[in-house]
């Protein structure tokens, strides 16, 4: 699961106790970074993380799981304005595309994919080449 900013930012509104370890308060003013992208490639959330799999999107697994494991537009009053309009327009483009073209991935594409630590969106280094076959 990959989201196109790796991590979010986010200022403490009040002193805040972090849960079961009193001598850690995070103050208020402080900012924080949320490592949005490595909650997503976490085992102990994701097994296998690196394999898509749709299942992990079903009603029943996204019920199992705390709502932040999951942030690819970010959570709170903060999150991405235009998601549910990039929502239904993906879903709209990818059901016209699946229904005539068969992806797959080009051998120009380095395998395993590395991530290209100096971008500030997700980025990997080389890029990612695919190839499509009208169906």
């Not at 402080?30 to 799999?53: C, G, K, L």
């Not at 903060?78 to 699946?98: E, P, S, Y």
């Amino acid at each position: 699961m990959l989201c196109i900013v790796p991590f979010l930012e986010r200022k403490a509104l009040k002193d805040y106790v972090v849960p079961g370890y009193p001598k850690y308060v995070i103050s208020k003013g402080t900012q924080v970074i949320i490592p949005a992208a490595a909650y997503h490639r976490d085992e102990d959330f994701y097994p296998d993380p690196n394999t898509f799999d749709p299942e992990r999107f079903s009603a029943e697994q996204v019920a199992k799981r705390d709502s932040v494991e999951c942030l690819p537009f970010g959570d709170g009053p903060r999150n991405c304005v235009g998601m549910r309009f990039g929502q239904m327009q993906t879903r709209i483009g990818l059901a016209q595309l699946i229904k005539n073209f068969k992806f797959s991935v080009c051998e120009k594409t380095d395998l395993p994919l590395v991530y290209n630590p100096m971008s500030f969106a997700l980025g990997t280094i080389g890029g990612i080449f695919v190839q499509a076959q009208r169906v």
